[in-house]
């Protein structure tokens, strides 16, 4: 079965590929328009079934279109999935969350998992090895963190991101670098070790747009996986069709 896979981020949407559990292709749109979504369908389907998920407003043609189309879904926490979900209020847990926990299980079975999905904002969620998702953070990303010391203060210039950075800066520019590059590996870095002391034997998981950042910079032993997220999508759509 071929199946449409959409993931609508804060900054970024991904169409996908699968046949069964088999990623085949990804393409990247900054502004997902329903001509867009036609285009793909056309170039790569058709589809038999097909699953949304977005954390911002998107067009409704879109799920319009799908509809006529395809068997489709949209994520919400209401669908049939394949971990229980333990959050107090789950109506307001991002879908991307859902998606990335779903797909952390998938790929660790019985085991205990931290997601961290590092894009506009960082957030952490821990699902254990009997598939319960319990909850985890959110703090803001590395680009917010940018933005925001210039946002917020009357003279703090908005510095152009760099991948690397001084401990200790010797200009207004290099400062704010040290703080918010270093800030926020010392951050995860830190999450991760409270983690570790709270769950024996975990494992540990990094997906979103800066995955890359934090994979090649943290020294605790952790997993990337980019397309955790469309993974997650696509056991659900499977959980769901069948």
Same mark, same amino acid.
């Given at each position: 079965?071929?199946?449409?896979?959409?993931?609508?981020?804060?900054?970024?949407?991904?169409?996908?590929?699968?046949?069964?559990?088999?990623?085949?292709?990804?393409?990247? $749109?900054?502004?997902?328009?329903?001509?867009?979504?036609?285009?793909?369908?056309?170039?790569?389907?058709?589809?038999?079934?097909?699953?949304?998920? $977005?954390?911002?407003?998107?067009?409704?043609?879109?799920?319009?279109?799908?509809?006529?189309?395809? $068997?489709?879904?949209?994520?919400?926490?209401?669908?049939?999935? %394949?971990?229980?979900?333990?959050?107090?209020?789950?109506?307001?847990? !991002?879908?991307?969350?859902?998606?990335?926990?779903?797909?952390?299980?998938?790929?660790? %079975?019985?085991?205990?998992?931290?997601?961290?999905?590092? !894009?506009?904002?960082?957030?952490?969620?821990?699902?254990?090895?009997?598939?319960?998702?319990?909850?985890?953070?959110?703090?803001? !990303?590395?680009?917010?963190?940018?933005?925001?010391?210039?946002?917020?203060?009357?003279?703090?210039?908005?510095?152009?991101?760099?991948?690397?950075?001084?401990?200790?800066?010797? $200009?207004?520019?290099?400062?704010?670098?040290?703080?918010?590059?270093?800030?926020?590996?010392?951050?995860?870095?830190?999450?991760?070790?409270?983690?570790?002391?709270?769950?024996? !034997?975990?494992?540990?998981?990094?997906?979103?747009?800066?995955?890359?950042?934090?994979?090649?910079?943290?020294?605790?032993?952790?997993?990337?996986?980019?397309?955790?997220?469309?993974?997650?999508?696509?056991?659900?759509?499977?959980?769901?069709?069948?």
């Amino acid at each position: 079965m071929t199946k449409l896979i959409i993931d609508i981020g804060n900054t970024f949407s991904k169409l996908a590929v699968y046949e069964s559990k088999n990623l085949k292709t990804v393409e990247v $749109s900054e502004n997902l328009s329903l001509n867009d979504v036609i285009s793909f369908f056309q170039r790569k389907g058709p589809f038999r079934a097909a699953i949304l998920s $977005s954390v911002t407003d998107y067009s409704p043609d879109i799920a319009a279109f799908l509809k006529q189309k395809t $068997s489709f879904f949209e994520l919400s926490h209401k669908l049939v999935l %394949p971990v229980s979900i333990h959050y107090k209020t789950p109506q307001t847990l !991002g879908k991307d969350r859902i998606a990335a926990v779903v797909g952390a299980a998938a790929r660790f %079975p019985a085991q205990e998992v931290l997601v961290i999905d590092a !894009g506009t904002a960082i957030t952490y969620d821990m699902v254990t090895a009997q598939k319960a998702h319990l909850g985890g953070g959110i703090s803001p !990303g590395i680009d917010m963190r940018f933005k925001a010391l210039h946002t917020f203060t009357g003279n703090l210039p908005l510095v152009p991101r760099q991948d690397l950075a001084e401990l200790l800066g010797d $200009s207004t520019t290099d400062s704010i670098l040290s703080g918010v590059l270093n800030g926020v590996l010392a951050e995860v870095s830190g999450i991760i070790d409270a983690y570790r002391k709270k769950f024996d !034997g975990i494992q540990v998981v990094i997906t979103g747009g800066d995955h890359k950042y934090f994979d090649n910079k943290l020294k605790n032993n952790i997993f990337a996986l980019p397309n955790l997220v469309l993974d997650g999508l696509n056991e659900i759509l499977d959980l769901n069709v069948e």
